[in-house]
């Protein structure tokens, strides 16, 4: 059965830093794209960041670029998100997702592990 | 960046009414295009990718069509547990989008 979980949020102050860890099980966790998205209270889905099977390639929104890093151990089965300068506007669900290289569409969700910055 | 709009925003519907939804991309994005049903509380899940391939394990009551800009998903029959927030994304290309979602109800 494959498992997504997420763990590491939390209150932080606005400035601050965070890193959320994504444990995943009951698959080949090397073969698959690995993604994080996010979804603020009472809103829609916003994609956040993706890193390659490998490691070798990423990606960040623009609303996170320069703050935040994807990362990912293939040989511990987890990803990560290193969050910094957090602002306001980051607080939300983060969720953690895999795809296929080719098709970058997400057929597995993590429960999501809440980020709250604020003062 | 190529924007995804959804409509209507939220309908409310009768149980077994067919009910569409639409997405529609700024620029054509191919077949390259997912649905997603987020019931409340809970964790979004795939329902439709490639625009029309039904994921495994969701009812056939649940369709999708579309290609280019114009996308709809489709319940012919609705039920109570239906009752969800549904988002379209593309991804053809970087960045990836969601649509803004669309809130169904049972009237």
């Known amino acids: 059965e494959v498992q997504l979980v997420e763990s590491g949020g939390g209150l932080v102050q606005p400035g601050g830093s965070l890193r959320l860890s994504c444990s995943a099980s009951g698959f080949t966790f090397s073969s698959y794209a690995m993604h994080w998205v996010r979804q603020a209270p009472g809103k829609g889905l916003e994609y956040v960041s993706a890193i390659s099977s490998n490691g070798g390639s990423t990606y960040y929104a623009d609303s996170v670029k320069g703050r935040f890093t994807i990362s990912r151990d293939n040989s511990k089965n987890t990803l990560y998100l290193q969050m910094s300068s957090l602002r306001a506007e980051d607080t939300a669900v983060y969720y953690c997702?895999?795809?296929?290289?080719?098709?970058?569409?997400?057929?597995?969700w993590g429960q999501g592990t809440l980020v709250t910055v604020s003062s | 960046d190529i924007q995804m709009t959804q409509s209507p925003s939220s309908l409310s519907a009768s149980v077994g009414d067919r009910v569409t939804i639409t997405c529609r991309a700024s620029q054509g994005i191919s077949n390259y295009l997912a649905w997603y049903q987020q019931k409340p509380g809970k964790v979004p899940k795939l329902l439709i990718y490639?625009?029309?391939t039904l994921q495994s394990g969701v009812p056939s009551r649940f369709s999708g069509s579309g290609s280019g800009t114009d996308f709809t998903l489709t319940i012919s029959s609705l039920q109570p547990e239906d009752v969800a927030t549904y988002y379209c994304?593309?991804?053809?290309?970087?960045?990836?989008?969601f649509g803004q979602g669309t809130r169904l109800e049972i009237k």
């Open positions: 994304q593309k991804y053809n290309s970087a960045p990836i989008t």
């Open positions: 490639a625009a029309s």
């Open positions: 997702t895999r795809s296929l290289r080719s098709a970058i569409y997400f057929d597995y």
